[in-house]
Nanobody
């Protein structure tokens, strides 16, 4: 079955950086677009960044110029490099994939940015 395992979250001061990783299994990784979402307390889950199998990327306006999504197909892993972090980036970050129209989620990793 499809499994997504995120890692790399933590507590960081404003202006700092973190890199999230998501290891995928149970899918043909190289052909699937991969997404990073986040959900802050009391807010809806929102799409942060996406990358196609061919490496084309898309970002939410709130993170453009600060976050970078990338993938390593031989390692079945997608990354989210987060720079210049702000307190409003505090959320649980989720990796997601949607093969065949069904979306699968990882367990999430907490990112907390202190001011």
């Amino acid at each position: 079955q499809v499994q997504l395992v995120e890692s790399g979250g933590g507590l960081v001061q404003a202006g700092g950086s973190l890199r999230l990783s998501c290891a995928a299994s149970g899918i043909i990784f190289s052909i699937n677009a991969m997404d990073w979402y986040r959900q802050a307390p009391g807010k809806q889950r929102e799409l942060v960044a996406a990358i196609t199998g061919g490496g084309r990327t898309n970002y939410a306006d709130s993170v453009k110029g600060r976050f970078s999504i990338s993938r390593d197909n031989p390692k079945n892993t997608v990354y989210l490099q987060m720079n210049s972090l702000k307190p409003e980036d505090t959320a649980v970050y989720y990796c997601a994939v949607e093969p065949g129209g069904h979306i699968y989620w990882g367990q999430g990793t907490q990112v907390t940015v202190s001011s």
